[in-house]
């Protein structure tokens, strides 16, 4: 049968090319480098003492400098072991834990179609760009001018203008012979039951071009002009083309300039430029390839999400994450944080670049030049510096009680870490950490410090000195994190992250209530008042029926004292950047995010019920003198509670679409 290239390259992407060869090959330790994916072995196809045989995962292809052989997962399958080509794919899906495809028409029929949709975005990529230098382009190229961009920058990135049209993109297309279907699954129009008549999603914007691990564009994103409009940036829709918690901005030209600046970092050259460097936007990637830093990438309006951080470890085993030196740049980084942590295994980790307060990279280097970026890739902080930092950041910690706290805090944010290696190895790092800390501060005087085993003395920090003291702070002063923990206070001020996007995206939409209304009817809040506010929301629904309005809604509610609470909620889920719960959400976004928190919390219901549940089973056999049956039973709760503490961790990583997907309802957004 004849597979989709799409259904090769995600089998490829899944399984490192290293863990096909390795089971016909002996790596040589000297100059196999793990953590960077690049393996050498003595040639299976050639007789030889020495190795010349080299693979690279991040390329995912193998050759022999000796005897010349190459290819990829199939070909060393198919050459070596004679294996034919479906039995190679096979082979690999297995191991890729992917079922393989049944012969499909319509798949071959679909394959087909996304190769001929490829060729309609790069007919309007070619049109965006000749738009760019006509007389309507000319403020777009002004603005270019600006931010200081020269024209090869331009040509590189293919940067282009959609003009100020409803349908001028979709005649150019049409005068191509391309068919309305077509146009409408790139996403290049605004479709659908409610739009008489389609017109072009992108309208007097610069446009970005979003291509493919294969250099195919795939999707746009485009700059407003205009200062009024609903959205400075607008990306592609979903489309087959594009999923975008998939794709890195710049991703195929950053691999290609790391794995090049790799070979200089082996040589002792340049270590810094060996990496990946995840950023906010199009303009700082655009800005710093201009000034001499082609390895950067970025996330296309949204934070980072897993499988974009698993891109990025594709690339490197320690990408560096540079975010904004102000609050919201910090806030960024800890959510970065905590999406990495779970994932970390030995030779797998990130670090953290912080800017000056106030500057972007597209500022920095436009305005000083390179150096001073350089400058902040070579102070970038460890993942573990991060957590330390964070957990102690304004804390006093002048009581036993207190000192437990962090302690205790510590050992929660690192039980996460999947790798029981890793786990240990930073348990021990906080350790060490925490009593040099106490100890220089004199917290600990007279009493044994925190996390030291057997009457153990001494010890400081591995590699990282403590931060300073924490007499300067204020003895009420505490972290973020601690303020939200259930360690601090056992009343929770505001709503979990999940269960205030559930409620508020139904007061904000609720046309869900009555499509959703036998799950929703359901939910049960740990917080109380959100509870009944809940059962409010219920009655106002039962009461007006398919008729009821948001406006109504909340009139309703803020007769009923909840107000402020609603307001709360709107704060809440606005500082997390979770559009999708907002009056700003399109229907069909609204849906999306709400769907999503009411996984979570579901998952979470079902954890925290199955931990009580294993807690009195093994209270029960612990009674019974069971002995048998208590390790299997304490093994499964440690596993319950570090899912519990996993799934802790994801909630300020719920991703939105909304607004930031380019998807805003009402008249606005035409």
């Given at each position: 049968?004849?597979?989709?290239q799409?259904?090769?390259d995600?089998?490829?992407?899944?399984?490192?090319?290293?863990?096909?060869?390795?089971?016909?090959?002996?790596?040589?330790?000297?100059?196999?480098?793990?953590?960077?994916?690049?393996?050498?072995?003595?040639c299976?196809?050639?007789?030889?003492?020495?190795?010349?045989?080299?693979?690279?995962?991040?390329?995912?292809?193998?050759?022999?400098?000796?005897?010349?052989?190459?290819?990829?997962?199939?070909?060393?399958?198919?050459?070596?072991?004679?294996l034919?080509?479906?039995?190679?794919?096979?082979?690999?899906?297995?191991?890729?834990?992917?079922?393989?495809?049944?012969?499909?028409?319509?798949?071959?029929?679909?394959?087909?179609?996304?190769?001929?949709?490829?060729?309609?975005?790069?007919?309007?990529?070619?049109?965006?760009?000749?738009?760019?230098?006509?007389?309507?382009?000319?403020?777009?190229?002004?603005?270019?001018?600006?931010?200081?961009?020269?024209?090869?920058?331009?040509?590189?990135?293919?940067?282009?203008?959609?003009?100020?049209?409803?349908?001028?993109?979709?005649?150019?297309?049409?005068?191509?012979?391309?068919?309305?279907?077509?146009?409408?699954?790139?996403?290049?129009?605004?479709?659908?039951?409610?739009?008489?008549?389609?017109?072009?999603?992108?309208?007097?914007?610069?446009?970005f071009?979003?291509?493919?691990?294969?250099?195919?564009?795939?999707?746009?994103?485009?700059?407003?002009?205009?200062?009024?409009?609903?959205?400075?940036?607008?990306?592609?829709?979903?489309?087959?083309?594009?999923?975008?918690?998939?794709?890195?901005?710049?991703?195929?030209?950053?691999?290609?300039?790391?794995?090049?600046?790799?070979?200089?970092?082996?040589?002792?050259?340049?270590?810094?430029?060996?990496?990946?460097?995840?950023?906010?936007?199009?303009?700082?990637?655009?800005?710093?390839?201009?000034?001499?830093?082609?390895?950067?990438?970025?996330?296309?309006?949204?934070?980072?999400?897993?499988?974009?951080?698993d891109?990025?470890?594709?690339?490197?085993?320690?990408?560096?994450?540079?975010?904004?030196?102000?609050?919201?740049?910090?806030?960024?980084?800890?959510?970065?944080?905590?999406?990495?942590?779970?994932?970390?295994?030995?030779?797998?980790?990130?670090?953290?670049?912080?800017?000056?307060?106030?500057?972007?990279?597209?500022?920095?280097?436009?305005?000083e030049?390179?150096?001073?970026?350089?400058?902040?890739?070579?102070?970038?902080?460890s993942?573990?510096?991060?957590?330390?930092?964070?957990?102690?950041q304004?804390?006093?910690?002048?009581?036993?009680?207190?000192?437990?706290?962090?302690?205790?805090?510590?050992?929660?944010?690192?039980?996460?870490?999947?790798d029981?290696?890793?786990?240990?190895?930073?348990?021990?790092?906080?350790?060490?950490?925490?009593?040099?800390?106490?100890?220089?501060?004199?917290?600990?005087?007279?009493?044994?410090?925190?996390f030291?085993?057997?009457?153990?003395?001494?010890?400081?920090?591995?590699?990282?000195?403590?931060?300073?003291?924490?007499?300067?702070?204020?003895?009420?002063?505490i972290?973020?994190?601690?303020?939200?923990?259930?360690?601090?206070s056992?009343?929770?001020?505001?709503?979990?992250?999940?269960?205030?996007?559930?409620?508020?995206?139904?007061?904000?939409?609720?046309?869900?209530?009555?499509?959703?209304y036998?799950?929703?009817?359901?939910?049960?809040?740990?917080?109380?008042?959100l509870?009944?506010?809940w059962?409010?929301?219920?009655?106002?629904?039962?009461?007006?029926?398919?008729r009821?309005?948001?406006?109504?809604?909340?009139?309703?509610?803020?007769?009923e004292?909840?107000?402020?609470?609603?307001?709360?909620?709107?704060?809440?889920?606005?500082?997390?950047?979770?559009?999708?719960a907002?009056?700003?959400?399109?229907?069909?976004?609204?849906?999306?995010?709400?769907?999503?928190a009411?996984?979570?919390?579901?998952?979470?219901?079902?954890?925290?019920?199955?931990?009580?549940?294993?807690?009195?089973?093994?209270?029960?056999?612990?009674?019974?003198?069971?002995?048998?049956?208590?390790p299997?039973?304490?093994?499964?709760?440690?596993?319950?509670?570090?899912?519990?503490?996993?799934?802790?961790?994801?909630?300020?990583?719920?991703?939105?679409?909304?607004?930031?997907?380019?998807?805003?309802?009402?008249?606005?957004?035409?």
């Open positions: 049968m004849r597979f989709s799409s259904f090769l995600e089998i490829r992407d899944r399984v490192p090319i290293s863990d096909v060869i390795a089971k016909r090959v002996s790596w040589d330790r000297r100059k196999t480098n793990v953590s960077r994916g690049d393996y050498w072995a003595c299976p196809f050639h007789g030889e003492k020495s190795p010349s045989f080299h693979c690279e995962d991040r390329k995912g292809r193998y050759h022999c400098f000796g005897c010349g052989v190459s290819g990829d997962h199939f070909r060393f399958l198919t050459d070596l072991e004679g034919s080509f479906p039995e190679a794919v096979q082979q690999i899906a297995d191991m890729a834990g992917v079922a393989m495809p049944q012969p499909d028409p319509q798949a071959e029929r679909r394959e087909k179609e996304r190769t001929s949709l490829l060729d309609v975005m790069e007919l309007a990529t070619q049109f965006f760009e000749d738009q760019l230098q006509t007389a309507n382009g000319a403020k777009a190229r002004a603005y270019l001018r600006e931010r200081g961009l020269t024209g090869r920058t331009i040509e590189t990135f293919r940067l282009g203008y959609a003009p100020d049209s409803r349908n001028a993109l979709k005649e150019f297309l049409a005068g191509k012979g391309v068919g309305k279907e077509q146009i409408e699954a790139c996403g290049l129009v605004v479709h659908g039951p409610d739009v008489p008549v389609s017109y072009d999603r992108f309208r007097d914007r610069i446009m071009p979003i291509l493919s691990s294969r250099e195919k564009v795939i999707a746009f994103g485009g700059r407003a002009m205009s200062p009024d409009a609903p959205a400075k940036y607008l990306n592609s829709n979903e489309t087959e083309l594009f999923h975008k918690g998939n794709v890195l901005y710049n991703f195929a030209r950053a691999r290609r300039a790391s794995q090049g600046a790799g070979r200089l970092a082996d040589a002792g050259q340049d270590d810094a430029a060996g990496t990946i460097i995840a950023v906010e936007g199009y303009m700082d990637v655009i800005a710093l390839h201009q000034a001499g830093v082609e390895n950067a990438v970025a996330p296309l309006g949204t934070a980072l999400t897993e499988n974009q951080l891109l990025l470890w594709k690339m490197t085993s320690q990408p560096v994450l540079c975010f904004d030196g102000d609050g919201a740049g910090i806030r960024a980084a800890n959510r970065g944080v905590d999406l990495a942590l779970p994932h970390l295994k030995p030779g797998r980790s990130v670090r953290f670049a912080m800017l000056p307060d106030g500057k972007d990279p597209d500022d920095l280097v436009r305005q030049g390179r150096a001073p970026f350089d400058k902040v890739l070579a102070n970038a902080r993942l573990a510096e991060m957590v330390w930092q964070r957990e102690i304004g804390g006093a910690f002048d009581t036993p009680e207190k000192r437990a706290e962090l302690e205790a805090r510590l050992k929660q944010v690192t039980a996460v870490i999947a029981e290696s890793v786990r240990r190895h930073y348990g021990q790092d906080m350790r060490d950490r925490l009593n040099a800390f106490l100890q220089s501060s004199g917290s600990g005087r007279g009493e044994r410090r925190p030291e085993r057997g009457g153990r003395q001494g010890g400081g920090p591995r590699g990282a000195g403590g931060p300073r003291g924490p007499n300067a702070a204020g003895p009420t002063a972290s973020d994190r601690l303020a939200r923990s259930s360690l601090v056992g009343q929770q001020v505001v709503p979990l992250l999940r269960e205030s996007v559930l409620a508020l995206t139904i007061v904000n939409h609720p046309q869900l209530l009555f499509d959703e036998d799950e929703i009817s359901t939910i049960e809040f740990d917080h109380r008042e509870q009944r506010c059962a409010a929301v219920l009655n106002a629904a039962a009461h007006h029926g398919p009821l309005t948001r406006e109504g809604l909340v009139e309703q509610l803020q007769a004292d909840f107000g402020a609470l609603i307001a709360a909620l709107d704060q809440q889920v606005r500082y997390a950047r979770l559009w999708t907002t009056t700003a959400a399109a229907p069909e976004d609204a849906r999306e995010g709400y769907l999503q009411l996984a979570l919390h579901q998952r979470s219901k079902a954890l925290h019920w199955q931990r009580r549940e294993l807690e009195r089973e093994l209270a029960h056999a612990t009674e019974e003198g069971d002995l048998e049956a208590v299997q039973l304490l093994r499964t709760l440690q596993e319950v509670q570090l899912e519990v503490t996993r799934l802790e961790n994801q909630e300020a990583i719920i991703e939105g679409f909304g607004v930031l997907s380019g998807r805003v309802k009402g008249p606005a957004a035409r």
